[in-house]
């Protein structure tokens, strides 16, 4: 009976081991799986999505992973959706700045131009005036010689007249 009970004992050994073995694989799979899709959702892969056929709680585990999956994929979406409009919008402000700056930018130069024309113009009628000042003194001069001349003249003419 001795060697029956080690046979026995061992059979159920072996069963005990088997049946432990399968149980641990059949719980470690679906957490390996969950794992798995875990860090790829991580690295930034929206569209992993992991699909268990069992009826516990790890089919419960992997359907709410699903739905977060899918939540974030679709918020991502909608972000890219929010920036391309927002870009587009700043894009269009900016170029009606753009679009201002430019013409006030034009407006500066004209008026640069006006200024810059009107100060030529300036400087002509001052080298102008100079040279008439200096003409008028030249005149001046003559006029003061004529005068002179001529107060010579009728100073020698009434002297003359006297005389006479």
Known sequence: MDTNFYIVFA?????IFLFGFATGQRF??????LLKRAIDLSEGDLTTRIYLETKDEFSDL??????IADELEKSRSETAT?????????????QVLEETINALE????????EL????DESEKIQKKTKTQEIEIKQLRKELSGLK?????YQTGKRVLNQKK
């Open 11 to 15: 059979l159920i050994t072996v069963y």
């Open 82 to 94: 929010t920036e391309k409009s927002v870009g587009i919008k700043v894009k269009a402000r900016t």
């Open 62 to 67: 992997a359907r709410i992973f699903n739905k």
């Open 28 to 33: 470690a799979m679906p957490v390996k799986k």
């Open 106 to 113: 034009q407006k500066i130069k004209n008026r640069t131009l």
């Open 148 to 152: 002179e001349v001529s107060n010579k």
């Open 116 to 119: 810059q024309r009107i100060v």
